[in-house]
C-alpha cells in the first residue's frame, strides 16, 4: 500500500439525525502493512467516521453533533 493509503473499511452510509452521511474510513502509515504490523492492528492505522457529504472527520460516529452544512433536503 501507498502512504497514507485510504481504505473504506465501510461502503454502507449511515445518516445521522444531524443529516452527515458519515462512513468509517482506514488510512495506513506504512508503505505496505507487515504480518507483525497488522498483528499490532492499531499502531500505523487511523480510523476516522467521514461525512461523505461534506468531508468532516471525527473519532466517533456521534461526534457530528452540528448540522451539515451540505445536507440533502
Known amino acids: 500500500m501507498a502512504t497514507n493509503d485510504t481504505k ?3 461502503g454502507i452510509v449511515e445518516r445521522t439525525p444531524t443529516g452527515h452521511e458519515i462512513l468509517v474510513v482506514t488510512e ?3 508503505d505496505t502493512p507487515s504480518l507483525e504490523t497488522l498483528a499490532q492492528f492499531d499502531q500505523s492505522r487511523r480510523r476516522v467516521w467521514r461525512c461523505v457529504q461534506c468531508g468532516e ?3 466517533e ?8 452544512p ?3 433536503v
Do not use: Y
Open 28 to 30: 495506513w502509515d506504512d
Open 61 to 68: 460516529p456521534s461526534g457530528f453533533e452540528q448540522d451539515c
Open 70 to 72: 451540505n445536507q440533502l
Open 8 to 10: 473504506h473499511d465501510s
Open 57 to 59: 472527520e471525527r473519532h
